[in-house]
């Protein structure tokens, strides 16, 4: 096989996008803002559907404040209430309007939201909702010498939700509001099916390496048998695999982090569609492979994969593949096309699944010694753009990356992506292509070697790489549900246990130096052979 220089541009920009597990937060913790008795609550998001003259109309978005009293978190205990306007429209003196028990809806500015909520529940409204003076949700305080203690509910608007009901009240339209905070469910289905997505793809990727692996050591035996010193050259020189080295393992941290600054910096709807150009070459090239690789197993497809045509700029292609390629090609132009609609989450699968398996087909760890060198950088990578980047951009940058914020999109395309099922928020359950390539090229370097070493699964290294993987992506999603949908690391808890896992059994094994510096068994050379030490005296 031919690697294509702009394929291989695409794979490195892909596995530079190193992602991670997450959903979006609805519990936002906020160690700046002061915290005090009566001023304690989390900033925590809150629905608040809406009935136009009691039809059921548009749901909107709105965020707690850090004072008043939590809300219901099922929408069946949620009181329906009549919405009314303030009257003067900031709250921030006695409304003229009588209130009994409505709920009030004033606009932002010229006294603090502790007033304005204290003014409110005085004049006798059941909860208040203030109008943001932008789209985005500000996060309301308390001030150092407010008067917190509030007994009714408050929260903010974005400005288009509110100015569209306030439209509604002014033409003396009947609004009436419910408002609660559900909770995520503490496992979603979503999840499960994503677990199961990661580990699959690793399995089969890594059975495609270790079978070409076994099938190009054959051929080499069968080469030095032959003892044709031409032969060895030109089969020396066409093996289509890319080794790392120490080198550009740790070259990998600087270009990914590069990387990743320019994506936040110039995060923006043209610069999403330019990653979704260079996906779609991306998935198209692995789509490819994948289906040329699977059908050239059935025998009538074989004689098409083995008879070649000369291809301007692309040199020899399979009459297989120019038969596949506009499919490939059709199939990722609809995704793009199509990438906003509800379902397109399959078409992204099924394009990165198999750009995955082709860079961990194409891409090879040579040992152990450069798979950790690799992996702990990924660790220290994943980890300071996720937590750390904090104390200098003032926000995570991974996350940010990985959401698509300030972009118009749902997230960058190089995720794998599931909706969340259950989830009353919705929203999806996403991993990184990093969180599955950087461990996948371990993993599939653990079956090579028992593959080369004649080793079975029971005495071998795969099961228990591949155990280790499923284990620190299991703990990867717990870690992100008990963090309240917190985006996690994912490499931070995978690492540990496949590296953990690897060295401590190679090293109780005896097998620790080999897998280190060689990675795979010596084959002595046919034609040379050790006479017994008697004979050469």
Known sequence: MEINRGVLIVVLIVVSSAGLGLAGDIVHQDDVAPKRPGCANNFVLVKVPTWINGLEDNEYVGVGARFGPTLESKEKHANHTRLALADPPDCCSKPRNQLTGEVILVHRGNCSFTMKANVAEEAGASAILIINNQTELFKMVCESDADVDIKIPALMLPQDAGSRLEKYISNNTMVSVALYSPKRPAVDIAEVFLWLMAVGTILCASYWSAWTAREVAIEQDKLLK????????????????????????????????CFL?????????????????????????????????????????????ESFIKVPFF??????????????????????????ISFAWIGQDILGIALIITVLQIVRVPNLKVGTVLLCCAFLYDIFWVFV?????????????????????????????????????GGYSVIGFGDIILPGLLVAFSLRYDWLTKK??????????????????????????????????????????????????????????????????????????????????
């Not at 980047?389 to 991974?398: G, L, R």
């Not at 284990?471 to 690391?489: E, F, R």
Request: charged content about 15%; some cysteine; glycine content about 8%.
């Open 315 to 340: 040199g020899a292609v399979s009459h297989l593949t120019l038969a596949v390629c506009p499919f490939c090609i059709t199939f990722a132009v609809v995704w793009a096309v199509y990438r906003r």
């Open 456 to 537: 079975t699964l029971r005495v071998g290294y795969f099961i228990w790489a591949m155990t280790a993987y499923g284990l620190g992506l299991l703990v990867t999603y717990v870690a992100l549900n008990l963090m309240d949908g917190h985006g996690q690391p994912a490499l931070l808890y995978i690492v540990p246990f496949i590296l953990g896992t690897f060295i401590t059994l190679g090293k109780k094994r005896g097998d620790l130096k080999t897998l280190w510096t060689r990675g795979e068994p010596e084959r002595p050379c046919p034609h040379v052979q050790l006479q017994p030490l008697e004979q050469r005296e």
């Open 226 to 257: 032959d003892a044709s010193e031409e032969i060895l050259e030109v089969g020396a020189g066409s093996s289509g695999f890319v080794d790392i080295n120490t080198m550009s393992a740790v070259l990998f941290v600087v270009a990914a982090s």
């Open 389 to 425: 980047s904090k104390w200098w951009f003032h926000e995570s940058v991974m996350i940010v990356v990985a959401r698509g914020d300030k972009s118009g999109e749902d997230g960058i395309p190089m995720l794998l992506k599931i909706p969340r099922i259950y989830d009353p928020w």
């Open 261 to 305: 600054v320019m994506l936040y910096k110039l995060m923006s709807f043209w610069f999403v569609e330019v990653l979704v150009v260079l996906f779609c070459i991306g998935g198209v090239e692995g789509l490819q492979t994948c289906l040329v690789t699977l059908l050239s197993c059935f025998r009538c497809f074989q004689r098409f994969a």
